[in-house]
């Protein structure tokens, strides 16, 4: 978790206090919608004040970027220990990658990707999320690009932007088509058929 943004200096005790804002935040803003909820709803749930929580958290609006800073950190933390796995074998971590996101994205219960939905709901690209959540789906369009270009496919940049769509359009339509039956559950075949393709040359060059 990030730490709170104080104003004030805060003892141990505001700390915990800040900690258990944040978490109650997080969870409310996964589950039913950051704009749906509301301070007295995140305060009932934490259990404090709502000085307390603008003694941690300056605004909604930094406690909305302290949960995106949060997911986006935890989320690469987990996707750069499945790539270590399979250092030096890029293929290989191509193909962890994209199970992995299949298997979320399936999951009874999943809520999608949190900055898919934060952009849903906030589309104005000034409010201060969108820079976290721009530089999260640009990380992966990066990451991608180099796995791709790493297994020698000539154009790495096109093959890359492909796999993307594949995996966010498997967390869109965990919203709505989701569950183990739905179409994300094709999204590894997908993948590797088109990296196939592109291996052996049968990619349309038009």
Known sequence: MRQPTARTEKGAGDKRAGERVFDAAAELFYNESIRSVGVETIVKQAGVSKITLYRNFESKDDLIVAYLEDRNETYWRMLDRLLAKQAGHPRAQLTALIDTIADRTTTPGY????????????????????????????????????LVAAIGVRDAARLADALFLIVDGAYASSQTLGGRKGPAAAASWAANALIDSQLTGRMDET
């Open 111 to 146: 809520r999608g990707c949190p900055f898919i939905n934060y952009a849903a709901e906030f589309p104005d690209s000034s409010h201060p999320g969108h820079r976290i959540a721009a530089a999260n789906k640009q990380r992966m369009r990066d990451r991608l690009k180099d």
